[in-house]
């Protein structure tokens, strides 16, 4: 079983920054990368950032050099840093998180997504 639990949205103006985490917690499985997505209304959901377990990161272009993404290992756990947010930044903010089920000695990979975050960019 897998859960996630994500925060950290709101409301802020332009130029401003906020933090998102999302926390994953359960057990039977192995976590390979873990990532944010987001979703504007009338728009498809887009790759936001994603960080391996290795930590290996990539961006969208749109995001680069003002949102960091981040991760905790230790605690399951992924941080999305974003600063300069712009009015174009709004959205709902997904968590995923891929991962191997282990179920005796079979690894299959899965994905799981949280339940969203609003961000809301305006003055």
């Known amino acids: 079983q897998v859960q996630l639990v994500e925060s950290g949205g709101g409301l802020v103006q332009p130029g401003g920054s906020l933090r998102l985490s999302c926390a994953a917690s359960?057990?039977?499985?192995?976590?390979?990368?873990m990532g944010w997505y987001r979703q504007a209304p009338g728009k498809k959901r887009e790759l936001v950032a994603t960080?391996?377990?290795?930590?290996?990161?990539n961006y969208a272009d749109s995001v680069k050099g003002r949102f960091t993404i981040s991760r905790d290992n230790a605690k399951n756990t992924v941080y999305l840093q974003m600063n300069s947010l712009k009015p174009e930044d709004t959205a709902v903010y997904y968590c995923?998180?891929?991962?191997?089920?282990?179920?005796?000695?079979?690894?299959?990979?899965?994905?799981?997504w949280g339940q969203g975050t609003q961000v809301t960019v305006s003055s």
């Open positions: 995923k998180l891929n991962f191997l089920l282990l179920t005796g000695s079979t690894r299959s990979p899965d994905n799981y």
């Open positions: 359960g057990s039977g499985f192995s976590i390979y990368a």
């Open positions: 960080v391996t377990s290795g930590g290996t990161t």
